[in-house]
């Protein structure tokens, strides 16, 4: 049972375009929603997150949107660069939880911006 | 600099043959955790610790422990590794629940190989 899909395996947006990044879930008890980007041999880095009582958050070229109604979270990239290939998943923390900071992950989008 | 720090990077064992993966951190975080991720999955989460000797199974434990007796580390032990706990490892940590919204931080990974 995926609780955080991410349906697109695979991006390819030229450079200096937008890259836009789905997500959906299907548990309401999830509070906090995060990105992370993830290159080979590397660790996923932590990108940008929103909590649920807001629908958008902005971090320079990052914005990422919740809308709670539909469960579906985005991640825009504006304008997109080279550096911004690889990896990302989406991610979700259920609300209480003991204490267990446990994130949900989704099982990724490969984003490739072509120069 | 803040970071992760998991050892060894590859790991290649034989069925049956005990190791242990370590993993420690230098942010003081109360929170440690880890996940292991395989294609088509995600990153599921496999045993967590809210503090200092307080450790709890997280999605998938069978065939895995852990130990929090001090606060920077947290070693994944593999009493008998069996082929199907050949995977990605990734060990995490934050500040905990009672700080806020704080984001996973994780380490490069482990990539084990089990013959």
């Known amino acids: 049972d995926q609780q955080v899909k991410q349906n697109s395996p695979s991006l390819s947006v030229q450079e200096g375009r937008i890259s836009i990044l789905n997500c959906d879930y299907t548990?309401?008890?999830?509070?906090?929603f995060l990105w992370y980007k993830k290159y080979p041999a590397e660790g996923p880095t932590f990108l940008i997150s929103i909590s649920s009582i807001k629908d958008k958050n902005e971090d320079g070229r990052f914005t990422v949107f919740l809308n709670k109604s539909a469960k579906h979270l985005s991640l825009h990239i504006v304008p997109s660069q080279p550096g911004d290939s690889a990896v990302y998943f989406c991610a979700a923390r259920e609300r209480g939880n003991f204490g267990n900071e446990k994130l949900t992950f989704g099982t990724g989008t490969r984003l490739t911006i072509i120069p | 600099e803040a970071q992760v720090t998991q050892n060894p990077r590859y790991l290649i064992t034989v069925t049956g043959k005990k190791l242990t993966v370590t993993c420690s951190q230098n942010?003081?975080?109360?929170?440690m955790s880890w996940y292991r991720q395989d294609p088509g999955l995600g990153l599921r989460q496999i045993y967590y610790s809210m503090n200092v000797e307080v450790t709890d199974k997280g999605d998938v434990p069978e065939g895995y422990k852990v130990s929090r007796k001090e606060k920077r580390n947290f070693p994944l032990i593999l009493e008998s590794p069996s082929p199907n706990q050949t995977s990605l490892y990734f060990c995490?940590?934050?500040?905990?629940?009672?700080?806020?919204?704080?984001?996973?931080?994780f380490g490069n990974g482990t990539r084990l190989t089990v013959t």
């Open positions: 942010m003081n975080h109360e929170y």
């Open positions: 548990n309401s008890m999830f509070d906090y």
């Open positions: 995490a940590s934050s500040l905990g629940r009672g700080q806020g919204n704080s984001p996973l931080h």
